[in-house]
């Protein structure tokens, strides 16, 4: 069974501030997926980055970035220099391809609060 | 392409009736998924079709659930005799065979009153 933890609920930080989001996943599977999604109040998930369990290469683009530590279980996320935008929830998801349906299994979400 | 459409956005209903929502994915995209969220919790997967073919179940989709994908396009998901238990998000994604990441829609947030 796969499973997410996100262990951070809220996070409330002023503008300009950077913020880390906390990823932990639980896996027996060599071979998985990670990803992070945004949900913003009008409440579609968007896609920000998928990851597969071969490629710890750290990923920066624009002022997100992400850190995948195999050693750690973790996938975390960082906002540099945030803005009120970046306002929403923020979800962490891993799927796994043995069943071949590449469901997502999804952590509780961290929301986070960007103050002007 | 206008991305993953679904329909109601909202919907109220009285316990013991029955929903039916609607989802349109993303034309060329094989995979739909169902997930039902709750407040303050992470999307849970209800169901997965590829094309027609509903493939898998969760253990969460009670015999008060059922979806469809007639022709491989859009697909409905439909609750019968509705409980206050069931108010939630519905989200809807697709995607295609190669594993890309998935589309959600904007969801159909039931209130069962």
């Known amino acids: 069974a796969q499973k997410v933890t996100q262990a951070q609920t809220e996070i409330s930080v002023v503008e300009k501030e950077d913020v880390t989001l906390d990823c932990v996943y639980e896996?027996?599977?060599?071979?998985?997926?990670l990803f992070w999604y945004k949900q913003p109040p009008s409440g579609e998930l968007v896609f920000l980055i998928r990851?597969?369990?071969?490629?710890?290469q750290n990923e920066i683009s624009g002022r997100y970035s992400w850190n995948f530590q195999k050693s750690t279980s973790s996938f975390n996320f960082t906002i540099t220099a945030s803005q009120v935008v970046d306002s929403a929830v923020y979800f962490c998801?891993?799927?796994?391809?043995?069943?071949?349906?590449?469901?997502?299994?999804f952590g509780a979400g961290t929301t986070v609060t960007v103050r002007a | 392409d206008t991305g993953v459409s679904q329909d109601p956005r909202h919907k109220i209903t009285k316990r013991g009736q029955n929903v039916t929502f609607r989802c349109d994915p993303i034309?060329?995209?094989?995979?739909l998924y169902w997930y039902r969220q709750t407040l303050g919790q992470g999307p849970e997967f209800l169901t997965y079709?590829?094309?027609?073919?509903?493939?898998?179940k969760s253990r969460l989709l009670s015999d008060r659930f059922s979806a469809e994908r007639p022709k491989g396009s859009f697909s409905t998901l439909e609750i019968q005799r509705t409980e206050q238990g069931d108010s939630a998000m519905y989200l809807c994604?697709?995607?295609?065979?190669?594993?890309?990441?998935?589309?959600f829609g904007n969801g159909t947030r039931l209130t069962v009153t």
């Open positions: 994604a697709s995607g295609d065979l190669d594993n890309s990441p998935l589309h």
């Open positions: 896996t027996r599977d060599t071979t998985y997926y």
């Open positions: 990851r597969n369990s071969f490629d710890e």
């Open positions: 998801a891993l799927s796994v391809p043995e069943s071949n349906d590449y469901k997502l299994s």
């Open positions: 034309s060329e995209h094989n995979r």
């Open positions: 079709f590829q094309n027609e073919a509903q493939l898998e």
